[in-house]
């Protein structure tokens, strides 16, 4: 089993930036991959990014290009995302998953684990 944490999320204007933090525990040797996604209210959940944890290869939405980073840090088995230049259309519940096997990093489909999700909200 694989545990996944959230934290980071909260209320910030627009323009500003945050960073959200993953931080995986369990069987975890076994990973693939580890995204982001974020569902809004009333909509479907999204692809935001994703990292191939051993290459590095990193993937991202067109909305979220230019703006969100996914850098990761292996010896804290931790997946961030940094969100520069947040807009209130990003206002949503962000999630990271973990993929345990290859396939299309941008596929929820792909992804075994999840978190909690926690919510980021973007005022104008």
């Known amino acids: 089993q694989v545990q996944l944490v959230e934290s980071g999320g909260g209320l910030v204007q627009a323009g500003a930036s945050l960073t959200l933090s993953c931080a995986a525990s369990?069987?975890?040797?076994?990973?693939?991959?580890m995204g982001w996604f974020r569902q809004a209210p009333g909509k479907d959940r999204e692809f935001v990014a994703a990292i191939i944890w051993s290459t590095r290869s990193t993937y991202y939405a067109d909305s979220v290009k230019g703006r969100f980073t996914i850098p990761r840090d292996n010896a804290k088995n931790t997946v961030y995302l940094q969100m520069n230049r947040l807009k209130p259309e990003d206002t949503a519940v962000y999630s990271c998953?973990?993929?345990?096997?290859?396939?299309?990093?941008?596929?929820?489909?792909?992804?075994?684990?999840w978190g909690q999700g926690t919510q980021v909200t973007v005022s104008s």
């Open positions: 369990g069987r975890t040797f076994s990973r693939y991959a």
């Open positions: 998953a973990l993929a345990q096997v290859a396939g299309e990093p941008r596929s929820d489909r792909n992804y075994d684990y």
